[in-house]
């Protein structure tokens, strides 16, 4: 199928954007890297009248890394994001998560916003926002805000985005000094989606655990003097807390044992 005729409108600015998401509303779609949106729309599972493109937007491709954490612009690639030393350096949790993110063509050209404005619940960018605790940082013709990662990823394919606002930036803060960090997930092939993804950051006997695929967003918690005979009980409990849902790829009972397993094994790299 192809998609339904629409018009293309290519912003030279934010403010360009803003103002074209608040004369068309609903009607129109932000366009970054195509790599979800393109086969959406190939699909008529969406219908813009108007795709605003804002891959050209000066000043939006920027990467900046300071003693707070990682800063990425919306039109960041995912692949400039791999391949940054200071960011390896700076989160390399950040770093071995994008690895996981399809392809490398598609990696080419997919933005990190993009995939945190598409809101995948498996995806890899939107467990680690979560995980670490980040936000986006959203422009309207009304002005700017910034949304933590939880009040923003609110369901499948769902955020607390409104229609006349886009995403200008996406923060990654840095994992606490003296931690240490891993992440696991369980895919058919490597490059496809994720059935479940989990990150962790362990300091200590603390571990903050972000489990993802398994609820209809990323969801973390914190766990508290964890040892290797409580582990076990803790992941089971969180396992049904989040219950999972039966789809094409696996079942809510492979999701809850991965949750346990995956999660015992990764925490425990983590711990040692
Ligand atoms: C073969 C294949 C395999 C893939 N595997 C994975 C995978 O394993 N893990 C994974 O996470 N993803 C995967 N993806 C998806 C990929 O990461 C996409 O790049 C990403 O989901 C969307 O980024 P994009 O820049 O391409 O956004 P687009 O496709 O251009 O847009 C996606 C959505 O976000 C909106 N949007 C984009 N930018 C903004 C913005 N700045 N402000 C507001 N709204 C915006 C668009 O309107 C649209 O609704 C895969 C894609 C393909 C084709």
């Given at each position: 199928?192809?998609?339904?005729?629409?018009?293309?409108?290519?912003?030279?600015?934010?403010?360009?954007?803003?103002?074209?998401?608040?004369?068309?509303?609903?009607?129109?779609?932000?366009?970054?890297?195509?790599?979800?949106?393109?086969?959406?729309?190939?699909?008529?599972?969406?219908?813009?009248?108007?795709?605003?493109?804002?891959?050209?937007?000066?000043?939006?491709?920027?990467?900046?890394?300071?003693?707070?954490?990682?800063?990425?612009?919306?039109?960041?690639?995912?692949?400039?994001?791999a391949?940054?030393?200071?960011?390896r350096?700076?989160?390399p949790l950040l770093t071995e998560a994008l690895t996981h993110?399809?392809?490398?063509?598609?990696?080419?050209?997919?933005?990190?916003?993009?995939?945190?404005?598409?809101?995948?619940?498996?995806?890899?960018?939107?467990?680690?926002?979560?995980?670490?605790?980040?936000?986006?940082?959203?422009?309207?013709?009304?002005?700017?805000?910034?949304?933590?990662?939880?009040?923003?990823?609110?369901?499948?394919?769902?955020?607390?985005?409104?229609?006349?606002?886009?995403?200008?930036?996406?923060?990654?803060?840095?994992?606490?000094?003296?931690?240490?960090t891993a992440f696991?997930?369980?895919?058919?092939?490597?490059?496809?989606?994720?059935?479940?993804?989990?990150a962790?950051?362990?300091?200590?006997?603390?571990?903050?655990?972000?489990?993802?695929?398994?609820?209809?967003?990323?969801?973390?918690?914190?766990?508290?003097?964890?040892?290797?005979?409580?582990?076990?009980?803790?992941?089971?409990?969180?396992?049904?807390?989040?219950?999972?849902?039966?789809?094409?790829?696996?079942?809510?009972?492979?999701?809850?044992?991965?949750?346990?397993?995956?999660?015992?094994?990764?925490?425990?790299?983590?711990?040692?």
């Amino acid at each position: 199928m192809k998609p339904a005729p629409f018009d293309l409108c290519i912003a030279d600015s934010v403010e360009d954007v803003t103002s074209a998401l608040s004369s068309h509303g609903e009607a129109a779609r932000i366009i970054a890297g195509g790599q979800s949106l393109m086969a959406m729309l190939n699909m008529r599972l969406t219908e813009p009248e108007v795709l605003i493109d804002i891959s050209r937007i000066p000043g939006l491709d920027r990467i900046s890394v300071d003693e707070t954490g990682v800063t990425v612009g919306a039109t960041v690639r995912q692949a400039s994001l791999a391949a940054h030393d200071g960011v390896r350096q700076a989160l390399p949790l950040l770093t071995e998560a994008l690895t996981h993110v399809g392809h490398i063509q598609t990696r080419n050209r997919g933005t990190v916003c993009g995939s945190l404005a598409h809101a995948d619940p498996s995806a890899e960018l939107p467990l680690l926002l979560v995980l670490l605790g980040g936000s986006v940082t959203l422009a309207s013709s009304q002005g700017r805000r910034t949304v933590a990662a939880e009040d923003f990823l609110i369901g499948t394919l769902t955020t607390s985005r409104r229609p006349d606002e886009m995403i200008v930036s996406a923060h990654f803060p840095r994992a606490p000094a003296g931690s240490k960090t891993a992440f696991r997930e369980m895919a058919r092939r490597h490059g496809d989606f994720a059935i479940v993804s989990l990150a962790c950051i362990a300091r200590g006997r603390d571990v903050r655990l972000a489990v993802g695929g398994v609820a209809d967003a990323p969801v973390a918690v914190d766990l508290t003097n964890v040892t290797s005979e409580t582990l076990p009980a803790e992941l089971n409990a969180l396992a049904w807390r989040l219950r999972g849902y039966d789809d094409i790829h696996a079942t809510a009972r492979y999701r809850r044992e991965m949750i346990r397993r995956l999660g015992l094994d990764m925490i425990m790299e983590a711990m040692a």
